[in-house]
């Protein structure tokens, strides 16, 4: 595989924004975010494509892929769900707002429920909040350096 430079050129200024506070938080160098976020974005991209004859998602097979995925985007699933914005816990609500076997009772603990972090652990303030196997992930993948590994 060669390695080419590939320049980063009109990004929205908001995507630069958001890039910046990360690597400022996690303690990152912008190029690392910005590989790392190419790397999970081309894993979402895979999966919006039809597999091939030989079943496989862009070369990858589907237990794989979905095994990647579910790694790098736990944390992006708990937000949506704690917000209410998963597309499963939006056909729960609307399924337990039809459903008039469900006590108004139950309904506050399921809102509750659906409230709190999904995460138990809260990274303290001086704690990286970056899971470093995501890296070694997209590395094995061909994708990038391991975070471990500096160009």
């Known amino acids: 595989m060669s390695h080419q430079s590939i320049p ?3 990004l929205p200024a908001e995507t630069v924004a958001v890039a910046s506070a990360i690597a400022e938080q996690t303690g990152l160098s912008l190029s690392d975010v910005y590989r790392l976020a190419l ?3 081309v894993l979402v991209e895979a999966t919006k494509i039809n597999p091939d004859p030989a079943g496989t998602y862009a070369g990858l097979e589907a237990a794989y892929l ?3 995925l579910r790694r790098h985007l736990g944390s992006a699933i708990d937000l949506l769900l704690a917000h209410d914005e998963h597309p499963l816990s939006l056909a729960l609500l609307t399924a337990c707002n039809a459903s008039p076997s469900i006590s108004t009772d139950d309904e506050g603990k ?3 429920h659906r409230r ?3 995460s138990a652990h809260q990274p303290a303030e001086d704690e990286v909040p970056f899971d470093p196997t995501l890296g070694d992930d997209l590395e094995s993948l061909g994708i ?3 975070l471990s590994q500096q160009p």
């Open 116 to 118: 709190a972090p999904m």
């Open 110 to 112: 399921a809102a509750a």
């Open 66 to 68: 979905a095994k990647a």
């Open 8 to 10: 980063l050129r009109h």
């Open 144 to 146: 990038g350096l391991g």
């Open 39 to 41: 790397g999970c974005g």
